[in-house]
């Protein structure tokens, strides 16, 4: 009552700002076709997959007006990736990607960071693990692109919030017929104090459908 008569606002807490998609959403948790784990698993390079999940923040990525990527990060040490071209409701996802972490590496001057962007992150072909994967992103001239530059926006579970500037690029191969396995490298700048906190972080991840997520909470 008070609030209404003097004009203050409530203040939306950090969970409602945080988008939701498929029924993920912060604090909320999903299971896996089990049997769709355990049978594409032995082809790539993760091991263990959990089947279920419990999302511990949410990252959104703005690529253009129209195009929205929505992350949901898992106690799993992974997260779900959503595409979204032309609104924010679910007819308009266009790809699903599970994604596991691989490696992250800290960089510590300017000069490896400069060298990191301009020939660490962004080449015509990647090896890992003996399995050798194309760049996917290229230009207007039809050449490997740059490193793609984004900031996420990132919302945790205990209502902070925090911003990444990322510059990456995406591999994949083929595994059989209509399945692929993706990696992407991306360079991750975040300012802390003043001071810039880099590192390459190394993720791979395969197609999911909306069908195999089963919302549990």
Do not use: C
């Given at each position: 009552m008070f609030k209404k008569w003097f004009g203050k606002k409530e203040v939306p807490?950090?969970?409602?700002?945080?988008?939701?998609?498929?029924g993920?959403?912060?604090g909320g948790a999903f299971e896996l076709d089990s049997l769709k784990l355990r049978l594409i698993e032995p082809d790539l390079i993760?091991?263990?997959?959990?089947?279920?999940?419990?999302?511990?923040?949410?990252?959104?990525?703005?690529?253009?007006?129209?195009?929205?990527?929505?992350?949901?990060y898992t106690d799993d040490d992974g997260f779900i990736q959503v595409l979204l071209e032309g609104g924010m409701s679910e007819?308009?996802?266009?790809?699903?990607?599970?994604?596991?972490?691989?490696?992250?590496?800290?960089?510590?001057?300017?000069?490896q960071w400069d060298q990191v962007l301009s020939s660490g992150?962004?080449?015509?072909?990647?090896?890992?693990?003996?399995?050798?994967?194309?760049?996917?992103?290229?230009?207007?001239?039809?050449?490997?692109?740059?490193?793609?530059?984004?900031t996420e926006k990132t919302y945790a579970q205990d209502g902070s919030t925090a911003q990444t500037d990322q510059f990456s690029m995406l591999y994949e191969r083929e595994i059989k017929e209509g399945?692929?396995?993706?990696?992407?490298?991306?360079?991750?700048?975040?300012?802390?104090d003043n001071r810039a906190d880099r590192c390459l972080v190394k993720a791979t991840g395969f197609d999911l459908q909306p069908a195999d997520i089963d919302i549990i909470g």
């Open positions: 807490e950090v969970k409602d700002l945080a988008p939701e998609i498929m993920l959403r912060i993760i091991e263990g997959a959990a089947a279920t999940h419990l999302i511990q923040a949410v990252g959104v990525v703005k690529l253009d007006d129209t195009t929205t990527v929505l992350r949901y007819n308009h996802i266009s790809d699903v990607k599970l994604w596991y972490y691989y490696d992250t590496k800290s960089i510590a001057s300017d000069q992150i962004s080449q015509g072909e990647i090896e890992l693990e003996g399995n050798n994967y194309s760049a996917v992103w290229e230009n207007a001239t039809d050449q490997i692109s740059a490193p793609v530059a984004m399945f692929f396995e993706y990696v992407m490298f991306s360079g991750e700048e975040k300012i802390i």
